[in-house]
């Protein structure tokens, strides 16, 4: 299962580090004077007019509901306690861990592993729709699904889904923060989950030979993926995980983000089980699906 869903778990963490949002978080300022003159507020505080000079480079209008809505959720991250005290460096320091793409990726894991199952699959659901509806059909031609998030904008999200986003990373910074505990589930729950996924996948694929063939060649060989066929596959992946039923839904997406190391020390190491590391193969054989 892990190998097939690369691509997607890419996609899932690489959702915080749009461009314009680490730069808001990093840009807002830490400490805000208060000003001589009302009128003057704006322009006495540099870190308002750094905001105001990102929104323009980003084609977003500063007196705009959206431009409010970041700034609101950009202070609600660098004003939070917990993300203050629970992150190192603070909440501050999230905007340069965004920087660092290893630093970003554990840390969006970590959130993200902890989230409660409900918000996890809001997360994931948002990421399918911006891919579904704001990627091209070919993921602008590269089969790097980092590059490719590193192309979705704000300024083209409409103000609800942003307001979803920054809700959704704000719980993500926040469960990092608290380190909550991972949850666990056994190496059969694992197993149990990857076997319904495998049916999802057949099932998303409604069972034609074609698109069957053409989901195990990506499986089989994701390196040699056109940008077109791993823009395809992880599409068809993530519709698959959100098509599952829970708790196998919540076990495959634990396992697709996981930080390395962090799930039950018995799987660890251990290849994928026959028949899911290339699903659709063995799952378009009569019983295929079931197999163990």
């Known amino acids: 299962m892990r190998r097939f869903a690369s691509h997607a778990a890419t996609l899932i963490i690489a959702l915080a580090a749009t461009a314009l949002a680490s730069a808001a978080i990093r840009s807002y300022p830490d400490v805000r004077p208060p000003p001589v003159d009302p009128a003057a507020a704006t322009s006495a505080d540099p870190g308002q007019a750094d905001l105001e000079a990102l929104f323009f480079r980003h084609g977003i209008d500063p ?8 700034v609101a959720w950009v202070e609600k991250i660098r004003d939070d306690p917990v993300i203050a005290t629970g992150i190192a460096g603070g909440a501050q320091s999230v905007g340069q861990i965004f920087l660092d793409p290893s630093a970003r990726e ?73 380190n909550a505990p991972v949850p666990n589930p056994t190496p059969q729950q694992y197993a149990a989950a990857e076997r319904q996924l495998t049916r999802m996948l057949v099932a998303e694929l409604h069972g034609d030979q074609t698109n069957l063939a053409r989901f195990a060649s990506y499986t089989s060989n994701p390196s040699m993926a056109t940008p077109s066929d791993a823009c395809w596959a992880t599409r068809v992946t993530l519709h698959a995980i959100i098509a599952m039923p829970d708790p ?27 028949g899911t590391a290339a699903p659709l193969r063995a799952a378009s054989q009569p019983g295929g699906a079931d197999a163990p």
């Open 63 to 70: 007196d705009s509901n959206k431009a409010r809505i970041i």
């Open 106 to 178: 554990n840390l969006m894991s970590q959130g993200l592993v902890r989230l409660a199952p409900s918000d996890r699959l809001k997360y994931v659901q948002l990421v399918t729709k911006f891919l579904d509806e704001l990627v091209p059909v070919n993921c602008f031609g590269l089969s790097n699904m980092r590059a490719v998030m590193n192309r979705v904008s704000l300024r083209e999200m409409t103000d609800a889904d942003v307001d979803q986003y920054f809700n959704l990373l704000f719980k993500v910074l926040l469960s990092d923060a608290s």
């Open 248 to 274: 196998e839904r919540d076990f495959v997406l634990l396992r697709t983000i996981m930080p390395n190391g962090a799930y039950d020390a018995s799987s660890r190491g251990q290849p994928d089980a026959p």
